[in-house]
């Protein structure tokens, strides 16, 4: 998995070369040192041209610029995150327009999270007909960052889909289980009744969703600078 992510972001390290003279994307002017507003721009422009969203990336190069994280550090998680991008593409069966820029996001979101390629496929086909595919991955992929083993966490999302929920309650998921696990229902200090949301996860590295994952934007994949 890491080799397949590795492969598809360092696809567009030969773009650099071509970049080094080009004009830097006027977002990153300034806020950036020049050699990272270089090499992010031909990241940008090659995962633009392969029909991928690019607000992550350059979100991804601000937050490190913002943060002073070291150029080559910069430049490396802005191609973790196009990796990401391009796998998720490709689990959903090709890029934007075909697939929305959003569940591509969302997609590379739960990558990042933990789950393999085919895991994200499968959430997104359960959820092609009656759901959003990108909630249905925010959620996947926020349930492996609260430590539900990726395994578990789609067959939460595929059962809830399948059992008629509504997007509202796919969207609970993470909260519920949360409860679940602390031993009741904390709004209203009662006991879960949900079995299926007794779990023991793998609480770890845990990378919980950045903002309030029903509000209908992705995620930003995080790979650590």
């Keep these: 998995m890491k080799s397949l992510i590795l492969g598809l972001a ?4 030969a773009a650099l070369s071509l970049a080094a003279q080009g004009t830097p994307s006027p977002r990153l002017e300034g806020r950036v ?11 940008v422009d090659s995962a633009s041209h392969a029909g991928l969203p690019v607000e992550l990336l350059l979100r991804k190069a601000l ?3 913002a943060k002073g994280i070291p150029n080559d550090r910069i430049i490396g998680a802005v191609r973790v995150v196009s990796g990401q991008l391009a796998a998720a593409a490709k689990a959903l069966d ?3 327009p075909k697939v929305e820029p959003e569940a591509i996001e969302a997609g590379a979101f739960a990558i990042n999270a933990g789950l393999s390629p085919d895991q994200v496929h499968s959430v997104a086909q359960a959820a092609r007909a009656s759901h959003s595919q990108a909630g249905a991955l925010r959620t996947a992929g926020t349930l492996v960052a609260i430590g539900v083993p990726p395994g578990r966490a789609v067959a939460l999302v595929e059962g809830r889909i399948r059992a008629g929920g509504s997007a509202a ?29 007794h779990l023991r996860p ?23 600078h």
């Design 63 to 65: 937050e490190g610029g």
């Design 10 to 13: 360092l696809s567009g390290s």
């Design 202 to 224: 793998r609480f770890g590295r845990a990378r919980p969703c950045p903002r309030p994952c029903g509000d209908g934007q992705a995620p930003a994949a995080q790979p650590g």
């Design 33 to 43: 040192p020049p050699d990272v507003a270089r090499a992010v721009t031909a990241i």
């Design 94 to 96: 090709g890029p934007a």
């Design 169 to 197: 309650d796919v969207l609970q998921l993470p909260q519920q289980v949360q409860s679940a696990v602390g031993g009741g229902d904390r709004t209203r200090g009662e006991p879960s009744r949900d079995r299926s949301l």
